[in-house]
């Protein structure tokens, strides 16, 4: 019964779903999460089915001062070529068809049912966008936190730490990275679409979910896909900052600085305007972050409304986004 109730909805399930007029309720998503991430990814299409390959510059020879009647060698440039993989993220929403037909709403309801399905999946998205690890789950992609993970490595410069303990599992990280499709992007199969893939499978008969072999039922299946992985191209546009949130204290006044911590990573950054730059942060983060900026209320740190018509707050006009799916349980970084 246990694995029946988690993979199908049941008449319990109908039933909460239901207003007293017998109408498809709205259902309140206290399990939804902001991961604002996902509205600032830059998508390009893979030059491949199942990973994308791209070259990376690693070297630029100098030009040679010439004299007259004086020869030149002929130099060139020096790169590698990266290959990044791609994941398949895939679910099944299905229930029965004499369920769902009940009071002749069985498209609202299952909207109703699916529409947590959906939130699933960008929870799971945001997760592997920060802590995907192909060495760990081949089966997903690398994200953010396995790549700036060691300040001794060639983009250790791009970690900036505060007293983050590595055997204290207190720390978080706020990222600021530039998307552009030649720094960082998100990348989708050659020949596909990008972003979730939604399709209705309409009345299927599937086997009897209670256990009862060879049994047979009517159902209503719905398939929903999304393909995706991760491309830095050009680690110089991400910075991570990783700090001991229990440094800042209630009235902060002690702790690590976040303003100056944050603009010495946007000065990380080559150039802000060659990009699409914004700051990730969770919820942690953002009140810590608060408490010292409403101390000043000088600072450039402000709230507005954008094009849009949404509230952005933003940082010396870096927007900062928050990211539910980012740790306040961190090691700490060395």
């Given at each position: 019964?246990?694995?029946?109730?988690?993979?199908?909805?049941?008449?319990?399930?109908?039933?909460?779903?239901?207003?007293?007029?017998?109408?498809?309720?709205?259902?309140?998503?206290?399990?939804?999460?902001?991961?604002?991430?996902?509205?600032?990814?830059?998508?390009?299409?893979?030059?491949?089915?199942?990973?994308?390959?791209?070259?990376?510059?690693?070297?630029?020879?100098e030009p040679t001062w010439r004299k007259l009647y004086g020869g030149v060698q002929p130099t060139k440039t020096t790169s590698v070529k990266v290959r990044e993989g791609l994941g398949m993220l895939?679910?099944?929403?299905?229930?029965?068809?004499?369920?769902?037909?009940?009071?002749?709403?069985?498209?609202?309801?299952?909207?109703?049912?699916?529409?947590?399905?959906?939130?699933?999946?960008?929870?799971?998205?945001?997760?592997?966008?920060?802590?995907?690890?192909?060495?760990?789950?081949?089966?997903?992609?690398?994200?953010?936190?396995?790549?700036?993970?060691?300040?001794?490595?060639?983009?250790?410069?791009?970690?900036?730490?505060?007293?983050?303990?590595?055997?204290?599992?207190?720390?978080?990280?706020?990222?600021?990275?530039?998307?552009?499709?030649?720094?960082?992007?998100m990348i989708y199969p050659k020949g596909s679409q990008a972003g979730l893939q939604i399709a209705d499978k309409g009345q299927v008969t599937i086997e009897d979910v209670t256990g009862n072999n060879g049994g047979r039922m009517e159902a209503y299946?719905?398939?929903?896909?999304?393909?995706?992985?991760?491309?830095?191209?050009?680690?110089?546009?991400?910075?991570?900052?990783?700090?001991?949130?229990?440094?800042?204290?209630?009235?902060?006044?002690?702790?690590?600085?976040?303003?100056?911590?944050?603009?010495?990573?946007?000065?990380?950054?080559?150039?802000?305007?060659?990009?699409?730059?914004?700051?990730?942060?969770?919820?942690?983060?953002?009140?810590?972050?608060?408490?010292?900026?409403?101390?000043?209320?000088?600072?450039?740190?402000?709230?507005?409304?954008?094009?849009?018509?949404?509230?952005?707050?933003?940082?010396?006009?870096?927007?900062?986004?928050?990211?539910?799916?980012?740790?306040?349980?961190?090691?700490?970084?060395?």
């Amino acid at each position: 019964m246990g694995v029946l109730a988690t993979t199908h909805p049941t008449l319990l399930d109908i039933k909460n779903r239901l207003d007293p007029n017998g109408q498809v309720a709205q259902v309140i998503e206290m399990l939804n999460q902001t991961n604002e991430i996902l509205d600032d990814a830059v998508w390009i299409e893979a030059n491949e089915l199942t990973g994308h390959t791209t070259s990376v510059r690693t070297g630029i020879p100098e030009p040679t001062w010439r004299k007259l009647y004086g020869g030149v060698q002929p130099t060139k440039t020096t790169s590698v070529k990266v290959r990044e993989g791609l994941g398949m993220l895939e679910n099944y929403a299905e229930v029965d068809k004499a369920l769902a037909d009940l009071n002749g709403n069985s498209a609202a309801w299952r909207l109703s049912e699916e529409s947590g399905i959906i939130e699933g999946f960008g929870q799971k998205l945001a997760r592997y966008m920060i802590y995907g690890n192909e060495a760990t789950e081949p089966e997903g992609f690398t994200g953010l936190a396995p790549r700036f993970n060691l300040k001794s490595a060639v983009n250790g410069a791009n970690i900036l730490t505060s007293a983050a303990t590595p055997d204290n599992n207190d720390n978080t990280s706020i990222w600021v990275v530039g998307w552009g499709p030649n720094t960082v992007h998100m990348i989708y199969p050659k020949g596909s679409q990008a972003g979730l893939q939604i399709a209705d499978k309409g009345q299927v008969t599937i086997e009897d979910v209670t256990g009862n072999n060879g049994g047979r039922m009517e159902a209503y299946r719905t398939h929903y896909k999304w393909d995706a992985g991760m491309a830095v191209r050009d680690w110089r546009y991400v910075v991570r900052l990783n700090f001991d949130l229990e440094d800042i204290t209630s009235d902060g006044k002690t702790g690590p600085i976040l303003r100056d911590m944050l603009a010495k990573a946007m000065r990380r950054i080559p150039n802000l305007n060659n990009c699409r730059p914004a700051i990730y942060m969770n919820r942690d983060a953002l009140d810590a972050f608060d408490l010292q900026m409403n101390r000043d209320p000088l600072l450039s740190f402000k709230t507005q409304e954008d094009a849009q018509g949404k509230f952005v707050t933003t940082f010396r006009q870096v927007p900062i986004r928050r990211v539910d799916q980012i740790l306040s349980t961190e090691a700490g970084v060395n």
